[in-house]
C-alpha cells in the first residue's frame, strides 16, 4: 500500500555542479577567436536578450565542435546548451530546446563516460527531453473496433478497471485487494472477510478479476528475507487463490525501486519464490509493480525478475503536487527558473501530463511483450497537511489520464483506483469524500468506452489515426492527445483536407468526424494545438472512406491564386493585399503555408519590402547574417533604421507577438500610443515591447489573446503576421 508517495530520496548535486565549472589549466588551447565570444558570454549570459545569447550560444557551438570533444570543450559547451535548450523551452520553440538538450546530454555523455560524474545530468536532462519530444508531436485517436489483444493473458478487448476494496463502485470489472505478508492472519482468512463484506468482491470471486497486492512487510531487504523462508505460508496463500473461481492478478512486494533498503538480487528470489509456488494455478497470474518513479541510485529493470516469472507489468502512479516543484513552489516559465530535477519527478511545469512520468514502465513492458497494469493510482484533491483544496488539480489530472491511458498506451490493459485515504497520509484520494471526484470518475470511464463494465466481455479500443481502416461510412469518434509543459488545457482545431471544422479545448478534444459527409477517397486530417507559448501541428494522417470519390468543389476564389488560402479565410484580404503590394510571395507558387511559423528574417523582409525596399542601408551589422543571405539587405535596412540592433539577428528563430509589434512599430517611426492603460498582464511595465503594444492595441493591429493577456511570446504564423501589417500599413 502506498505509505509515501514519489518519495525524493538523495539527489547528488556534484553533476550540477560540476557542469558549471570554470575551466581547468589543461594541454587544451583554445583558438584565438573564441576569446571575444567568451567575453561576450561572460556580459550576457545572465541577462534577458535572448536572441544575442542563442546567437553567441551557436557561434561557440560551431567554433568548438570542429575540434573534438575534450573536457574543455565538453564542459564549455554543456552549461551554454543547457541555457539555450531552456531559452528555446521559453520561448515555444520546441525544434531548438530539443537541438540544444541533445547536444547539452551528448557532451554530459562524453563527461560521464570519462569519470567526471554528471548522472543526474542525463537522469534530468533525457526525463526532460522526452516531455519535448512529446510536446512536439500532437496525435489523433480514433475509437474503432479492432483485433484482439496480442498478450496472451487481460482482456482480448478492452480494459478491467476497478477501485480499491473499502469503497468500491458499482458496475466495475474488477478489484483490488490489499494483504499484508504473514500479517497475523492467513490469505484465506482475508478472502473469506471481504466475502462476507463487499458485494463487488463476490462478484469478482465468481468468474471475475481480482488484484491481490501481497506486501512484504517490512519493506526492503529483511522483507525480502522473510518471504524467503515463509514456504509454508506462501503454498497457503496461493492455494486459496487458486481455488476461487476467478482472474488473479497477484502483486508482490510492490514499489521495490523506492525502498529505502532493499538488495535487487533478494528482492528477485523473493519474486520468484512467490511465482514458483503459484504457476501451478491457472487462474493466477503475476505482477511485477514498481513505482513510477525510480530511487535515482536504481532503475526499474535492476529489480525485474525474468520473463519467465512475470505475466504482466504494473505500476503505482500518483498526482499529488498541485503543480507545483520540487520546493512546493508554483512554477511557470521565467528565464531565471532553469528546470532542474523536476522533469524526473513530474513537478512543476512537467506535472501537467500524466502520461509522461509513467512512460519508462510502458517502455520496460514493451521490451519484454507484456501488458501493462497500473496496480493504483491516485490524484489528490486535498492537502491534509497544509490543508490546501486541490479539487481542480484532481479533476484535471483524472481527466487526462483516464482519457488517455489506453489511447495514448494500448499496453493498458487494467487500471485500478486506490479508492482509499489512509490515516495520517499526506494526500486524499477517497472517492467518496468529494462528490466532484467522484462524478468525474464515473464520466471519464464511460467516456472513454474502453473500459470493461462489470460482466462485460468485449469493448471497443482506441487505435492511432493512421491505423484506422474503415469499413463503411459511419461517424468515427476521434480525440487528440496533446502534451505542453505547463498547459493544463490547449486549444485543438481539427482540419479535414485543409479546412478548419472543429475547435475544443476540454481534453481530450473528443470529435466526432462525420464519414459519410466527406465522400469516399483519401482525405488528409490534422490538428493544430495551441497552449501557452506553444503552438503544434500533428502530421498529416490520411484516412480512406469506403466507396466512390466525390468530386471536389470549386474552392471559393479568394484573389490570391493560392490553394491553401480559402476566399472566405479571415486573412485572405490579408493575403492579397500582401501580394498585391510585393510584400511576400507564397511557400511555393501555388501555396502560401498560411499556418506555417514565421521567422524572424522572414517579418524583417515583409517590412523592407512595404517601406519600398530602399537602397544604400550601408553594411550589415549582424554576425550571423553573411552577404548572400536572402534576407542581406531586409536586415541591413533594419539596423540602419532602428528597427533592430545588436551584433546578432537570429534570422532562423521564430517571430513572437511582441516582437512583432515591436518591428513594426519601430518602422513606423516608434509612433506615439493612443491607449495609456496596459491590461496585458504579461506585458510588464518596463518590457521593451510595451509601447509598441500599447499602439498597437489602439491603432486596431492585433489585440490581445485574452482580455488580460497579450500572449507575448506567442510564435506567429504567416497568416498573423501580413494580417498584422495589413492592418498597420494598408
Not at 6 to 22: D, E, F
Not at 335 to 353: H, I, R, V
Not at 494 to 518: I, N
Not at 529 to 543: C, D, E, H, P, V
Request: with cysteine; charged share 15%; proline share 5%.
Amino acid at each position: 500500500m502506498k505509505k509515501s508517495l514519489r518519495r525524493i530520496l538523495s539527489t547528488a548535486l556534484a553533476a550540477v555542479l560540476m557542469s558549471g565549472m570554470c575551466l581547468t589549466a589543461s594541454a587544451f588551447t583554445y583558438p584565438s577567436s573564441y576569446w571575444p565570444l567568451h567575453n561576450q558570454w561572460e556580459a550576457i549570459s545572465g541577462g534577458s536578450d535572448t536572441d544575442a545569447i542563442l546567437a553567441v550560444a551557436q557561434q561557440t557551438y560551431d567554433l568548438l565542435m570542429p575540434l573534438g570533444l575534450s573536457q574543455d570543450v565538453c564542459w564549455n559547451l554543456e552549461p551554454k546548451c543547457a541555457k539555450a535548450s531552456w531559452i528555446c523551452e521559453n520561448k515555444g520553440d520546441l525544434d531548438g530546446a530539443i537541438t540544444w538538450l541533445e547536444r547539452q546530454l551528448s557532451f554530459a555523455q562524453w563527461l560521464h563516460d570519462n569519470g567526471y560524474g554528471y548522472d543526474d545530468t542525463l537522469l534530468d536532462g533525457n526525463a526532460r527531453l522526452e516531455y519535448l519530444r512529446a510536446a512536439k508531436t500532437p496525435k489523433i485517436y480514433a475509437q474503432s473496433d479492432t483485433d484482439p489483444s496480442p498478450y496472451r493473458v487481460g482482456p482480448a478487448t478492452g480494459t478491467w478497471y476497478g477501485t480499491a476494496l473499502g469503497h468500491e463502485q458499482p458496475g466495475e470489472s474488477a478489484v483490488l485487494m490489499y494483504v499484508d505478508f504473514q500479517d497475523g492472519h492467513s490469505v484465506e482468512y482475508w478472502i473469506d472477510y471481504y466475502l462476507g463484506t463487499s458485494d463487488n468482491f463476490r462478484q469478482a470471486a465468481d468468474g471475475g478479476v481480482i488484484e491481490l497486492a501481497w506486501n512484504f512487510s517490512p519493506e526492503g531487504t529483511a522483507g525480502c528475507q522473510k518471504v524467503l523462508s515463509a514456504g509454508s505460508y506462501i503454498s497457503e496463500g496461493v492455494r486459496a487463490m487458486g481455488e476461487l473461481d476467478a482472474t488473479i492478478l497477484l502483486r508482490p512486494g510492490a514499489e521495490m525501486n523506492n525502498w529505502s533498503d532493499c538488495d535487487p538480487a533478494t528482492y528477485i528470489q523473493a519474486y520468484r519464490k512467490i511465482a514458483d509456488a503459484a504457476r501451478q494455478y491457472s487462474n493466477i497470474q503475476m505482477v511485477f509493480s514498481p513505482d513510477n518513479i525510480s530511487n535515482r541510485n536504481r532503475t526499474i529493470a535492476d529489480f525485474y525478475p525474468g520473463d519467465q516469472y512475470v505475466d504482466w507489468v504494473g505500476m503505482s502512479t500518483y498526482q499529488n503536487s498541485n503543480y507545483n516543484d520540487l520546493n512546493g513552489n508554483p512554477q511557470s516559465y521565467t528565464l531565471s527558473a532553469a528546470p532542474g530535477s523536476n522533469a524526473y519527478y513530474g513537478t512543476g511545469l512537467y506535472d501537467y501530463d500524466p502520461m509522461m512520468v509513467i512512460k519508462p514502465i510502458i517502455d520496460l513492458a514493451k521490451a519484454h511483450n507484456k501488458p501493462v497494469m497500473v496496480s493504483e493510482c491516485g490524484f489528490a484533491y486535498r492537502n491534509n497537511y497544509t490543508g490546501a483544496d486541490q479539487t481542480s488539480y484532481a479533476l484535471e489530472q483524472m481527466t487526462k489520464f483516464y482519457s488517455y491511458i489506453n489511447m495514448v498506451y494500448p499496453q493498458v490493459k487494467a487500471v485500478f483506483y486506490f479508492d482509499a485515504t489512509l490515516s495520517g497520509g499526506q494526500y486524499s484520494y477517497a472517492l467518496n469524500g468529494n462528490s466532484s471526484v467522484a462524478a468525474n470518475y464515473r464520466s471519464v470511464v464511460e467516456d472513454n468506452g474502453a473500459f470493461l463494465a462489470q460482466g462485460q466481455r468485449s469493448a471497443v479500443n482506441w487505435e492511432e489515426l493512421s491505423q484506422t481502416r474503415l469499413t463503411g461510412a459511419d461517424p468515427l469518434r476521434l480525440a487528440a492527445y496533446v502534451s505542453f509543459p505547463g498547459v493544463k488545457s490547449a486549444t485543438v482545431e481539427y482540419y479535414v483536407d485543409g479546412q478548419l471544422v472543429h475547435t475544443s479545448s476540454q481534453v481530450p478534444y473528443y470529435y466526432e468526424l462525420d464519414t459519410a459527409a466527406l465522400g469516399g477517397g483519401e482525405h488528409k486530417i490534422h490538428v493544430v494545438a495551441t497552449g501557452n507559448q506553444f503552438r503544434q501541428q500533428s502530421a498529416a494522417y490520411t484516412l480512406t472512406v469506403p466507396g466512390a470519390a466525390q468530386p471536389e468543389p470549386e474552392p471559393e476564389p479568394s484573389g490570391t491564386g493560392f490553394t491553401d488560402v480559402a476566399g472566405d479565410a479571415w486573412y485572405a484580404d490579408s493575403v492579397a493585399w500582401a501580394v498585391e503590394n510585393g510584400i511576400t510571395a507564397g511557400t511555393t507558387p501555388t501555396t502560401f503555408g498560411p499556418d506555417d511559423t514565421c521567422t524572424r528574417s522572414q517579418i524583417i523582409t515583409f517590412l523592407y519590402a512595404a517601406a519600398g525596399k530602399p537602397a544604400g542601408a550601408g553594411e550589415n551589422p549582424f554576425g550571423d547574417v553573411k552577404q548572400g543571405d536572402w534576407f542581406y539587405d531586409a536586415t541591413a535596412w533594419a539596423a540602419a533604421n532602428g528597427v533592430e540592433d545588436g551584433d546578432s539577428f537570429a534570422p532562423g528563430a521564430p517571430c513572437t507577438r511582441a516582437m512583432a509589434m515591436e518591428f513594426i512599430w519601430r518602422a513606423l517611426g516608434c509612433p506615439e500610443a493612443a491607449v495609456s492603460d496596459n491590461p496585458f498582464t504579461d506585458v510588464a511595465q518596463d518590457a521593451v515591447y510595451r509601447d509598441a503594444v500599447l499602439w498597437a492595441l489602439g491603432e486596431g493591429v492585433t489585440s490581445g489573446v485574452s482580455d488580460t493577456t497579450f500572449g507575448s511570446d506567442n510564435t506567429c504564423t504567416r497568416s498573423q503576421i501580413v494580417t498584422f501589417l495589413y492592418q498597420a500599413f494598408a
